[in-house]
């Protein structure tokens, strides 16, 4: 079974700074796929960014980026330049092969200071 | 992306009855699936409903305490059974619109049972 770790239930961070949240995951499959969604207080799922595991390219959005460690089972994402919108829940999911349900990690709650 | 509704936003309910949550998608979807979230957790997985078939379920969850429906491929309901205080929780439908691709989510029900 895949498991996904957020080592981190807390982090803060200065506005217009950047920070890092960190994940790992453990797989035997080869083919997959991994996210980072955002929950802010509406309770809404959110998108962030997604990364496929057979792409060595880093996945970029905008001020989101992260660093795919594919042999050390590593999926950090990157915020620059934090905003206060940024402020929520932010869940590592991964994602099989087929139709098959996201695995989610526990969830970091980034606090964003003004 | 997906369009997907889920009724109701948020309800108090009396222990011992029944809630049914509905969610409709703008457009046919293979697979959908039902997560509870409980206050500061994470997603867990209560079941992937199919459609023409019973829905398939994750250990620690019975079909008599969480039935699904899926009449269609746009559309389930999940029936939370004979409540208890501790079914206090966000619960939300979740659809991939194709293989290999991003998770949508409903904007959740909070159901707290008193």
């Known amino acids: 079974a895949q498991t996904v770790t957020q080592s981190q239930p807390e982090m803060s961070v200065q506005e217009a700074e950047t920070v890092t949240l960190s994940c790992t995951y453990d797989?035997?499959?080869?083919?997959?796929?991994l996210f980072w969604y955002k929950q802010p207080p509406s309770r809404q799922m959110i998108l962030v960014i997604r990364q496929e595991a057979y792409k060595q390219q880093n996945a970029t959005e905008n001020r989101f980026s992260v660093n795919f460690q594919k042999a050390a089972k590593s999926f950090s994402l990157k915020i620059s330049d934090s905003q206060l919108g940024d402020a929520a829940m932010y869940f590592c999911?991964?994602?099989?092969?087929?139709?098959?349900?996201?695995?989610f990690g526990k969830g970091t709650r980034l606090s964003v200071i003004a | 992306s997906a369009v997907i509704s889920q009724k109701p936003s948020r309800d108090i309910c009396q222990r011992g009855t029944s809630l049914t949550i509905q969610c409709q998608v703008d457009s046919q979807v293979t697979m959908m699936f039902w997560y509870r979230q409980q206050p500061g957790q994470s997603l867990t997985l209560i079941a992937t409903?199919?459609?023409?078939?019973?829905?398939?379920?994750e250990s620690g969850f019975v079909i008599d305490k969480f039935p699904i429906s899926r009449p269609n491929l746009t559309f389930s309901t999940l029936t939370v059974s004979n409540m208890s205080p501790e079914d206090s929780s966000i619960y939300l439908c979740?659809?991939?619109?194709?293989?290999?691709?991003?998770?949508?989510f409903g904007q959740g029900t909070r159901l707290t049972v008193v």
């Open positions: 409903a199919n459609q023409g078939s019973e829905a398939t379920y």
């Open positions: 999911a991964w994602g099989g092969s087929g139709n098959t349900p996201l695995v």
């Open positions: 797989t035997s499959e080869s083919d997959y796929y």
């Open positions: 979740s659809v991939a619109r194709a293989v290999n691709t991003e998770a949508f």
